[in-house]
């Protein structure tokens, strides 16, 4: 009995030891992985969108306040994926594997032009969560935490799939359906803003280490795609999607659908 009682107090001690020594740290930092699924919101009929989906992966963290009181950060790049379809007649021109922006056309730079269907949007984004963190004391080798703030992501490459129908200059079908990893300027917005909330739980490994786990949700409030005069200001320069005037005249409409888009996001970390 007398060898249990010290076991017990030995295991206790360590289990305090560890917990405190991952509590007393100011800045704890590492490596997190996670998945998310996208909540595409069109903001015109133009289009519809389903549910897309996102891989992170990057660095992650923690600058201790106080024990209770945090600042979460960290870098991610974001690998975003979701489809568009159109519900109007929408073109766009290309050449070989770049589709071309309104500053690019003429009639001896374009392949053929294309009759858009549907698209996938496939994006890197360099993403920077800045989230205020609230979190309980160890309970043994546990803790729990709620976070708020803003996860901005920056645009890094994006290309299309395209599915649809091609047409010559002379408005002969081409025998082209699909037009894939295609480079594609000027169609996503170099910015992504979103503002969250976030809960999960620390799991003091040993020492200085934890696991983190974390699901939050991520209301986008800016645009997903680049919107008429984003860069070149108030003309269409950037632009890429256009519609003809009329079912008969080569006279076209270049223009930007517009969309917002929200996150569940599921994260995995270990600091040290």
């Known amino acids: ?6 076991l017990s107090f030995i295991t206790g001690m360590l289990f305090t030891s560890n917990a405190q020594d991952a509590s007393d740290k100011k800045v704890l930092a590492g490596l ?14 133009t289009i519809d969108s389903k549910t897309g989906g996102d891989f992170v992966v990057g660095m992650a963290l923690d600058w201790n306040f106080s024990k209770n009181i945090a600042l979460s950060t960290g870098i991610e790049f974001d690998f975003n994926r979701f489809r568009t379809t159109y519900n109007e007649t929408v073109y766009v021109d290309y050449r070989d594997k770049d589709i071309l922006q309104f500053k690019d056309y003429s009639d001896e730079n374009t392949d053929n032009y294309f009759l858009l269907n549907e698209r996938q949007h496939k994006s890197i984004y360099l993403s920077v969560p800045i989230m205020l963190k609230f979190q ?3 309970m043994g080798y546990m803790k729990y935490y709620g976070k708020f703030g803003l996860r901005n992501s920056f645009m890094l490459t994006t290309r299309t799939n395209n599915d649809g129908q091609a047409y010559d200059i002379e ?7 699909e037009l894939n990893d295609m480079k594609s300027p000027g169609v996503m917005s170099f910015y992504k803003g979103a503002i969250g909330i976030a809960g999960g739980a620390e799991y003091n490994i040993s020492g200085n280490t934890v696991l983190v786990v974390e699901l939050g949700y991520y209301y986008g409030f800016s645009e997903v795609f680049q919107q008429k005069g984003a860069v070149f ?3 269409e320069k950037s632009l890429s999607m256009y519609q003809p005037t009329t079912e008969t ?11 917002k888009q929200s996150q569940l996001l599921l994260k995995v970390a270990v600091l040290f």
């Not at 997190?32 to 009929?45: E, L």
């Not at 408005?171 to 359906?177: A, F, H």
């Open 32 to 45: 997190t992985v996670g998945g998310a699924i996208n909540f595409n919101d069109p903001q015109t009929k």
């Open 136 to 138: 309980t004391n160890y």
């Open 1 to 6: 009995m007398k060898k249990l009682l010290t």
């Open 233 to 235: 200001g108030d003309d």
């Open 171 to 177: 408005d002969k079908i081409v025998d082209e359906t």
């Open 249 to 259: 005249e080569s006279n076209r409409i270049y223009y930007s659908p517009s969309l």
